[in-house]
């Protein structure tokens, strides 16, 4: 392609909520716009980039083989309903109604409709295993669509389905499309870990995530540093932290006046030296369906929300409203403690053995010094607190790391949560029927485009890995005379008669600014024709990844591109 016939459409302005650098960069290059809160269109460089991407996805799910299919996005609400799914997903499903009030919606995920496919059609256990998918738009209303393509209305997805005749063939195929993912994300250039995750909306009795690890990542998860034990946040375990000594002899209740001290760092400011926030207890309410339930953990730990709600059986927890802590206490938000609570208590095994704690009196503005469990107030303790950098590993004893990362891709074993409630079945060989037994492995491939930049950039713009850049190599002609841009011409043929993408910017722009473009587009290879050299008989290679360029013969150039390419994995 020729840059003066290419549509890249480059900003210096980007608009102010744009902040994660993928999405700064991909408007400013010219990657893509904004139509409207979590809706993108892709420019024909973000598309080339999602097209090399669904290559190297496509590749690798046909080698495990998977057949690709395409299911609709615009759905009947019978199946969601069937499922149960139709209430779970609340206000994230895009419903619709036709001309004849019939209840439609746009698909969030395609478990349901795949499920019927496979319900009409499979019969025999001779047809199974089988493993379909699709790379499909989806749709799902987010509250907060941001950080551009990370989080949108509208994305992207491949979303792969197995079905197998029991649960250990089910694991073998789970584990079978894991060894795929590690393949796909090896080939995207991705610095990534599997690990641990919730299962979600989705269902199912097993899931693990492929999180790119970044620092501006959405995600938090911890892994141990030494073993392979990884996990989300949301779904981690910590090891029994040490806190204070519990052979303290116990003193006795006080009541304290604590004028404006609502939050930990102002109750232990107010009691001063001597007093760290894990000799306090942070205790919150919570709406667990009709039930309102008090959970406590130590003053210097958060609440892991949704390890709360599994041990309360329900799908989420709600922090309580202003309203609600006034009715169900009688003080305010910052005052609220176990001792004197009349309603259910869950405590963190951490925050139990804390001597002599700091809480709230459930009177404003008062705080409980020497607050003992199994004295002062009785709780169920469970493990409700969130891991962090420092904790005990719970697998082995080592040390816990705390790393932001990037969902790239989610894989579940489904079980025959779908087929039981939808008469998904088989005959086996003795004819007996069984439910057929499901998993799902998702990746968002629109949002990869984004991950890749998080994980790829620099203070001029992108650096694309080879096997998913929009071009592999920029030509770059510079000065007046006309034998630059001639020369830069035969390369640029050669080139692309070599199989290498290709984009020749003939624009009769200054060096500075095509240089400046060519680092914010982030092409990984730039190759300088200037008179200069070819007075000398060289051109200038330079690596997107490199500060220094390279003189090459310029009867050499060609295999000089092709041997770069393939040091950077191209």
């Known amino acids: 392609m020729r840059y003066s016939r290419a549509f890249i459409p480059t900003v210096k302005e980007v608009p102010k909520e744009a902040t994660m650098p993928s999405h700064v960069l991909m408007l400013r290059a010219g ?54 799914r139709w209430d779970v997903y609340g206000p994230t499903l895009l419903r619709i109604q036709d001309r004849k009030g019939g209840e439609y919606h746009l698909a969030p995920t395609h478990e349901e409709i795949v499920t019927d496919l496979v319900r009409r059609e499979v019969r ?58 590690h393949r796909i994300f090896k080939r995207l250039g991705l610095e990534y870990r599997v690990v641990e995750a919730d299962s979600g909306a989705i269902g199912g009795s097993q899931s693990a995530e492929f999180q790119v690890l970044a620092q501006t990542g959405e995600d938090w998860i911890v892994a141990c540093d030494a073993c392979d034990y990884a ?7 910590a090891g029994r932290a040490s806190g204070p000594a519990s052979s303290e002899d116990l003193a006795g209740l006080q009541k304290v006046e604590t004028p404006g001290a609502k939050s930990i760092a102002q109750v232990v400011q107010f009691f001063g030296s001597g007093v760290e926030p894990g000799h306090t207890l942070k205790s919150l309410l919570y709406l667990a369906g009709e039930e309102i339930v008090l959970a406590v953990v130590r003053g210097d730990h958060e609440i892991n929300e949704i390890g709360l709600a599994r041990h309360l059986g329900v799908e989420e927890v709600l922090l309580a409203s202003d309203a609600t802590v006034q009715e169900a206490t009688g ?18 095994p951490d925050a139990v053995q804390v001597a002599n704690a700091i809480a709230g009196a459930n009177e404003t503005p008062y705080h409980y010094k020497n607050v003992n469990h199994g004295r002062d107030f009785e709780a169920e303790v469970v493990p409700i607190r969130q891991a962090t950098s420092g904790d005990p590993c719970p697998s082995c004893g080592g040390r816990l790391e705390l790393y932001r990362g990037i ?24 004819g007996k029927n069984h439910s057929i037994v499901m998993g799902c492995y998702g990746i968002g491939v629109s949002r ?22 929009p ?9 007046k005379d006309p034998e630059p841009l001639e020369c830069a011409t035969e390369l640029y043929q050669g080139l692309r008669a070599e199989g290498v993408d290709v984009l020749l910017d003939d624009r009769p722009e200054r060096p500075g600014v095509k240089f400046k473009d060519a680092d914010l587009l982030g092409i990984p290879i ?35 591109v092709k041997s770069a390419l393939a040091e950077l994995g191209g």
């Open 331 to 348: 003080t305010e938000i910052g005052f609220v403690g176990p001792v004197g609570f009349a309603g259910r208590i869950l405590a963190d």
């Open 526 to 560: 730039r190759v300088t024709v200037g008179a200069r050299g070819l007075a000398q008989g060289t051109v200038e290679l330079k690596k997107r990844t490199e500060t220094e360029s390279t003189d090459v013969p310029l009867d050499g150039t060609v295999a000089a």
């Open 124 to 181: 025999s256990y001779r047809q199974l295993p089988l493993n379909l998918y699709q790379i499909q738009l989806k749709y799902r209303d987010e509250p907060r669509p941001r950080a551009g393509l990370l989080r949108c209305r509208e994305f992207i997805m491949k979303d792969a389905y197995s079905f197998d005749v029991s649960h250990e063939a089910a694991l073998e195929s789970y584990e079978h499309m894991r060894a795929t993912y």
């Open 407 to 430: 969902e790239g891709g989610h894989i579940f074993v489904l079980g025959t949560h779908y087929s039981d409630k939808m008469n998904a079945t088989f005959l086996d060989e003795d």
């Open 448 to 469: 990869l485009i984004a991950a890749v930049i998080e994980q790829h950039h620099d203070e001029q713009g992108i650096r694309w890995p080879v096997p998913v850049a």
């Open 231 to 237: 996990a989300n946040v949301e779904v981690a375990q």
């Open 471 to 479: 071009y592999e190599v920029l030509i770059t002609p510079i000065g």
């Open 31 to 84: 990657y893509a716009r904004m139509v409207g809160a979590g809706i993108y269109e892709l420019l024909p460089l973000g598309t080339r980039v999602l097209h090399k991407i669904e290559r190297i996805i496509r590749e690798e799910m046909d080698a495990a083989g998977a057949q690709e299919l395409l299911m609709p996005t615009f759905l009947p609400g019978e199946y969601f309903k069937e499922s149960g």
